[in-house]
């Protein structure tokens, strides 16, 4: 898939939890997985806002195009 998740690279710089992004945006443990293994199909703007206020970050720091 050529949209490459790096939301564990940003969790990484910010010394961020899964449990404890999960908690401060307020999407299930599964979710977040899912999203962090790149295996899911989308996700919310309201979602990405939130993980982006979380980590202070913007989406483009997560979320990455290659061909």
């Known amino acids: 898939m050529p949209i490459i998740v790096n939301l564990d690279v940003m969790m ?13 945006v307020g999407v299930t443990l ?3 997985s899912i999203l962090k293994t790149g295996k899911a199909k ?8 939130a993980i982006c206020k979380a980590l202070d970050c913007q989406p483009g ?3 990455e195009f290659e061909e």
């Open 30 to 32: 599964s979710n977040l």
């Open 61 to 63: 720091d997560i979320l």
């Open 12 to 24: 990484a710089k910010r010394k961020m939890s899964l449990n404890e992004l999960s908690e401060s």
């Open 42 to 49: 989308a996700v919310r703007f309201s979602t990405l806002e």
